[in-house]
């Protein structure tokens, strides 16, 4: 479910249908769940059910959720709340319900905080970025007191295969966490890889963009299942949902 309304993204890498409605609809207008879901597990050709839920990219609808008041807001929480219940239910029994959300802390991002059992923050190596996640953290758990999970993101390939420094970097950001949320309420789990292969593949498809070509975003666990980027997602995998003693 793309719940980051002030910038979808979900849509560049999956395709719609015509038919199907805006999950903006559905928390919104009170539009049905089914009618808002496209399975797209015959486009990527793999076992069991993927369901995607798209936010409308238009102008218009991303003014309209800049603009949301508290009321909207609340009436927005509920409906997603029903729909979490809905898709555990037949005919969906979804195993797992992801959520990507906004950045900072948007009516949305707090709703789907509630939502969920596990909060992931996917951060980079900057100091913008450590402090404002460790501050916002610390200032969401001691209300929702939720699990959080950390994960650095656009981390040199160079640098993660170094044992020594690894180890060093992860007690440092643990130690920072811990200093400003002052309580264990934050699980730090790993390192996301980047290299220049990767970069220069998000580029090229861009610039397809800037040329009104059709593009889309390379899903690098079914594309290319042996690069780094891929087979440290799927290491992380049972950590993220819970299926690991880590």
């Known amino acids: 479910m793309d719940t980051d309304f002030h910038g979808p993204s979900i849509i560049t890498f999956f395709k719609k249908s015509l038919d199907t409605k805006w999950l903006n609809d559905v928390l919104l207008r009170d539009e049905p769940i089914e009618n808002c879901l496209e399975d797209i ?46 898709l555990e239910d037949p005919p969906y029994e979804v195993n797992y319900l992801i959520l990507d959300s906004s950045p900072g802390t948007t009516y949305s991002t707090v709703n789907a905080m509630i939502t969920s059992k596990t909060s992931l923050f996917i951060v980079k190596l900057s100091n913008a970025d450590l402090l404002g ?17 950390v994960l650095a993101n656009l981390i040199p390939k160079s640098v993660i295969q170094d044992d020594a420094i690894i180890s060093q970097l992860q007690s440092l950001i643990e130690d920072k966490f811990t200093k400003d949320i002052q309580d264990k309420y934050v699980d730090f789990i790993g390192w996301i890889p980047i290299d220049e292969s990767l970069i220069q593949t998000e580029f090229l498809e861009a610039v397809k963009t800037l040329q009104n070509k059709d593009s889309s975003r390379l899903i690098y666990t079914l594309k290319q299942p042996d690069h780094p980027f891929s087979t440290t997602l799927v290491d992380l995998i049972p950590i993220i949902f819970g299926d690991s003693d880590k």
């Not at 949301?68 to 729909?83: A, D, P, R």
């Not at 996640?133 to 999970?149: C, D, E, H, R, V």
């Open 41 to 86: 597990s015959s486009q990527l050709e793999i076992p069991g059910k993927l369901f995607v839920g798209f936010a409308d990219p238009s102008a218009s609808a991303i003014e309209t959720n800049i603009r949301i008041n508290e009321k909207m807001s609340f009436k927005m929480l509920k409906n997603l709340m029903k729909i979490g219940k809905q």
């Open 133 to 149: 996640t460790s501050q916002m953290i610390a200032g969401l758990n001691k209300q929702l007191k939720t699990k959080s999970l």
